[in-house]
């Protein structure tokens, strides 16, 4: 049940974030990070018509490069296959931006204004129209919102005992985000349970628990998401569609199920 589910931020930003979700299975937590990936669909320059180009480059490989340019993705004001023209136009010497794109729709606009798509040298010229398509990124990954969407299981450090006192400690490398069983390290006002991203000690669990022998295991049903998108929309834009898009596959199945 989605009741049962629970989310702790480790950092959050618009587009990227970390958290730990409590809850899950292993095949649940797999199916947000595909969905994350494959189901949430956003707009991507597909077919490119050159009214010119006298640049360096084949019409196929600015088109290439045009492809990979993240357009801002409203969701809720289209449906897949829905297309918004573009154009740009640009005379040299210049170098021609993704800013320099101008769109139909000010809601379907490049992510990020600087980056380069060519450079182009005294009397060469670029113009071109195109159109952006909305379409799944399990169909083309160019349409790839979450560029990085990772997960791994939170892991539970715990003290066991003091090391010995003629015991040399070799580095402990742990990397992500550990939940810490007691608070018997440097760090007085720390808690049971308390949540630590890994490189605030450089990841090494010798520093966090110096003279301390410990142990370490995976907490059932946690699992830390790390997860970055292309600019098209925030991290809670593609979490929330991702999750709702399991959520619609499973009442689909259930409805055929039921036929």
Do not use: W
């Not at 490398?173 to 760090?187: C, F, P, S, T």
């Not at 110096?210 to 059932?220: A, F, R, S, T, Y």
């Not at 699992?223 to 991702?242: H, I, K, M, N, P």
Request: aromatic share 6%.
């Amino acid at each position: 049940m989605v009741n049962d589910f629970q989310v702790e931020f480790i950092e959050r930003e618009d587009r990227r974030a970390r958290f730990v979700a409590r809850g899950l299975t292993p095949a649940l937590a797999n199916g947000i990070r595909r969905a994350m990936v494959a189901d949430v669909p956003t707009f991507s320059i597909d077919t490119v018509r050159f009214v010119e180009n006298t640049s360096v480059m084949f019409d196929e490989m600015i088109g290439l490069r045009l492809g990979l340019v993240p357009l801002t993705t409203p969701l809720d004001d289209f449906e897949p296959g829905d297309t918004v023209t573009v154009a740009l136009e640009v005379d040299g010497p210049a170098t021609a931006y993704s800013g320099d794109i101008e769109s139909a729709d000010d809601m379907v606009v490049p992510a990020d204004e600087n980056i380069p798509i060519i450079e182009l040298k005294e009397g060469q010229r670029l113009e071109f129209e195109a159109d952006a398509v909305l379409g799944h990124g399990k169909d083309h990954a160019k349409n790839q919102g979450g560029v990085a969407v990772g997960y791994r299981h939170l892991q539970r450090v715990e003290v066991v005992g003091d090391a010995g006192e003629f015991d040399e400690q070799e580095p402990n490398i742990l990397r992500g985000v550990i939940e810490e069983a007691a608070a018997e390290h440097a760090e007085g006002d720390a808690e049971d349970g308390d949540l630590v991203a890994t490189e605030t000690f450089g990841n090494d669990l010798t520093e966090r628990y110096p003279g301390k022998e410990v142990e370490v295991h995976d907490v059932p049903g946690a699992f830390v998401f790390s997860v970055e998108t292309d600019g098209s929309f925030d991290v809670d834009e593609l979490v929330t569609r991702a999750v709702a898009s399991l959520g619609d596959r499973a009442a689909e199945l259930e409805e055929k199920v039921a036929l």
